[in-house]
């Protein structure tokens, strides 16, 4: 079972930004779409964004679409998420998923513990 582990997070100004990472364990990681998800306050954890194997195709919840950016560097087992002119909406627990299927986008089945970021106005 591949282990998860998101660092970065932390509490920052509006406007600021700030850069998420997940490592992921075992040999396989170039194979598996990778994502991220958050949980605001009192929600569902929703979708933010996702990025291909190859890192070639990316997908972006609307609401972040212009300030954050979904990379991969499969050779350190590594997927971030660059977060740029944050807002106060944009505090949550932020998670990194990864499918149990190989190249295809979801479901997302495996998580790690999350990274908190909140937002101060």
């Known amino acids: 079972q591949v282990q998860l582990v998101e660092s970065g997070g932390g509490l920052v100004q509006a406007g600021a930004s700030l850069r998420l990472s997940c490592a992921a364990s075992g040999r396989t990681f170039s194979r598996y779409v990778m994502g991220w998800f958050r949980q605001p306050p009192g929600k569902e954890r929703e979708f933010v964004a996702d990025i291909s194997w190859s890192g070639g195709t990316t997908r972006y919840a609307d609401s972040v679409k212009g300030r954050f950016t979904i990379s991969r560097d499969n050779a350190k087992n590594t997927v971030y998420l660059q977060m740029n002119s944050l807002k106060p909406e944009d505090t949550a627990v932020y998670y990194c998923?990864?499918?149990?299927?190989?190249?295809?986008?979801?479901?997302?089945?495996?998580w790690g513990q999350g990274t908190q970021v909140t937002v101060s106005s």
């Open positions: 998923g990864r499918p149990n299927s190989p190249v295809v986008f979801g479901p997302f089945d495996n």
